[in-house]
């Protein structure tokens, strides 16, 4: 038995302060011939997750199921499935104002009033090699809302039969008919006939079509190529698939192919390339689907598929341990448009004191919705300097170009583009004199272009510096002081934040802080986030060996003026002379690079 509980408290842009609860519990057992499974699991309207789509919200859903072995070749099958929603459909997004203010909330829409009740009754019959199935399936579904085709009460008789041809190739078909004169909306009369062939053990290929005969599938059909995993039909040769479900039926699949060709040791090229099948947009009982630009958090539920291709061409370039190259061209076509996708990185070491980086990425924008918006570029340059042997003194010198950072989608519904670009420049050093004082300081100059029209361009400047002392109390315990100022001069507009901090050292690694910010001062040039006044509390960890032996042998000296009762007997191991390598491994992390560096 397993069991789960979930709490939340949400504070929701759209329902105000929301809480919510789910459960769910999950029973297997046996007894002789008789195997079961049990299980509940109930989500609240308000409970709100988005790190996973393992749940709707306002549904509760629980059934059993039996399996008993009548004799050595006959399995006779019983399932009760319960499925309530009483939670809100999710609402599409059509108009600008949901399209500007829409975070990463789904937006509520047509309140859920409907049951599902389902019970199937089976036999399973193995005949040699060939296994034949047969179901009885009675659905009734309950909808409080009036002229709902989902308010119906069906049964089904569900037959399957599979047929080995050889061992690893097997004809598969699938009839479901219905017996009342009503039909379930969302399970139709269908018809299915594939074959699979067990290319390895674990990976299959199939190929399936589907006919449909009534419900929201009515006169369609669907044929689908698929690979359950991945095989490599050679070395450097790898097919892959994919199944995209919609509740228990397969209503669009993708498979791919991916290559790679090593030209020279060290001159590698990959090529891919994907189709989807399937187009399908249908209705659940937790609301319908519809093509939307993006679905963030736990609309993912109302997501459908479109089909389309995709190709990617990429090179690696590797010639020594101090240079590496990449490039990547990939490019999608379908019917909601075209998109294209351009990478490229660099970074090497011309000397052991200078480190050199390079980013470019390019993107343009085609999904459901959005077409027509410009390219996203992105340009970063990065040269660093850190000595080998010392830890005093670091450097970072940036610049980076970005094309419609904070694009708004007007040409969607107005027929009219925004763009803007920025050029932002930055200079980040860290200066330690002793063990005890450590410096860090930043200045960046941003340059903002926006084209809100042909004849109407916005203009900015912007600077932003930034400060920062920490002082080691002792061994464990600092302080830190901070400021910020942001200036844009032909505004005469000035911003200025002030942090106060008092940190300690769980691991010579891991530093847990706490503090006050006095302002509001954060923009996305700065390395973290001060976006509101007030306490807060912080965790920094130091990731080491990002640079091989770079401060990694440990020294016995003791260093001055530290009081030995306040250390532990392993932290004195590990302490050093003042500015020496080992000294910054053991007391803890230094200010870290830009995040476009560290990571």
């Known amino acids: ?40 699991r109930t989500a609240d309207r308000g409970f709100a997750n988005d790190t996973t789509v393992s749940f709707v919200p306002g549904q509760t859903r629980y059934g059993t199921q039996l399996n008993a072995r009548l004799t050595n070749s006959t399995t006779a099958q019983f399932a009760y499935d319960y499925e309530q929603n009483w939670g809100a459909a999710i609402r599409p997004v059509q108009q600008v104002g949901d399209l500007l203010d829409r975070d990463r909330e789904a937006l509520p829409g047509t309140r859920l009033d409907n ?17 034949a199935g047969l179901d009885w399936i009675h659905r009734q579904r309950k909808d409080g809302q009036a002229t709902n085709p989902l308010d119906v009460t ?46 390895a053990p674990g990976v299959t290929l199939g190929i399936n079509h589907q006919f449909f005969s009534g419900g929201q599938y009515e006169d369609n059909s669907i044929t689908t190529l698929n690979l359950n995993g991945d095989y490599n039909l050679t070395e450097n040769t790898v097919l892959t698939g994919r199944y995209s479900m919609v509740d228990t039926q397969a209503m669009s699949a993708a498979v791919g192919i991916k290559h790679g060709w090593n030209i020279r040791p060290d001159l590698r090229m990959d ?37 389309g291709d995709s190709y990617s061409v990429g090179l690696a370039y590797n010639p020594s341990a101090d240079f590496q190259a990449s ?12 998109n294209t996708v351009i990478a490229a990185a660099a970074n090497g070491k011309p000397t052991e004191w200078l480190t050199m980086m390079g980013r470019y990425q390019q993107a343009s924008s085609a999904n459901q919705l959005l077409e027509d918006l410009g390219d996203t570029i992105n340009l970063r340059l990065g040269l660093a300097y850190r000595h080998p042997e010392s830890d005093k003194f670091n450097a970072l010198l940036r610049y980076e170009y970005r094309q419609n950072p904070s694009t708004i989608p007007d040409s969607i519904l107005f027929g009219t583009g925004t763009s803007a670009n920025d050029h932002t420049f930055a200079t980040e050093l860290i200066y330690t004199p002793s063990w005890r004082w ?162």
């Open 1 to 40: 038995m397993s069991a789960e509980f979930a709490h939340s408290t949400n504070n929701s842009e759209v329902l105000g302060l929301v809480t919510g609860e789910a459960y769910r519990v999950n029973f297997t057992g046996s007894v002789g011939l008789l195997t079961g499974r049990a299980y509940y």
């Open 115 to 131: 049951s599902l009740e389902t019970i199937t009754v089976g036999l399973q019959q193995q005949i040699g090699r060939i296994s």
């Open 154 to 199: 069906s049964s089904q008789l569900r037959s399957r039969l599979t047929v080995p041809v050889t061992d690893t190739i097997s004809l598969r078909a699938q009839n479901e008919v219905n017996l009342s004169s009503d039909q379930d909306t969302v399970y139709p009369n269908r018809t299915i006939l594939g074959a699979d062939w067990r290319v």
């Open 271 to 307: 090529l891919a390339y994907e189709h989807i099948f399937g187009s399908i947009f249908g209705r659940t009982s937790s609301g319908s689907q519809f093509a939307q630009p993006y679905a963030p958090g736990q609309s993912a539920r109302s997501l459908g598929v479109r089909g």
């Open 327 to 338: 490039a990547r061209y990939e490019h999608r076509f379908s019917s909601s448009g075209n």
């Open 438 to 599: 450590e410096f860090y300081g930043k200045q960046a100059l941003r340059k903002s272009n926006s084209f809100l029209a042909d004849d109407l361009v916005g203009t900015s400047l912007v600077s932003l510096s930034q400060l920062r002392a920490t002082y080691r109390l002792a061994y464990r315990w600092d302080v830190a002081a901070e400021g910020r100022w942001i200036r844009q001069p032909e505004a005469d507009y000035n911003e200025v934040g002030l942090v106060a901090e008092l940190g300690y050292y769980l691991t010579p690694d891991l530093r847990l802080s706490a503090g006050y910010v006095f302002g509001e001062v954060s923009d996305r040039d700065f390395d973290s986030d001060r976006s509101a006044d007030g306490f807060y509390l912080g965790l920094t960890m130091k990731v080491n060996q990002l640079w091989p032996g770079f401060g990694q042998e440990p020294v016995t000296v003791q260093p001055e003026n530290i009081d030995v009762e306040e250390m532990e007997s392993e932290d004195i191991q590990q302490s050093t002379i003042d500015n020496q390598p080992a000294m910054r491994q053991s007391l803890g992390p230094i200010p870290p690079w830009s995040p476009e560096i560290s990571r």
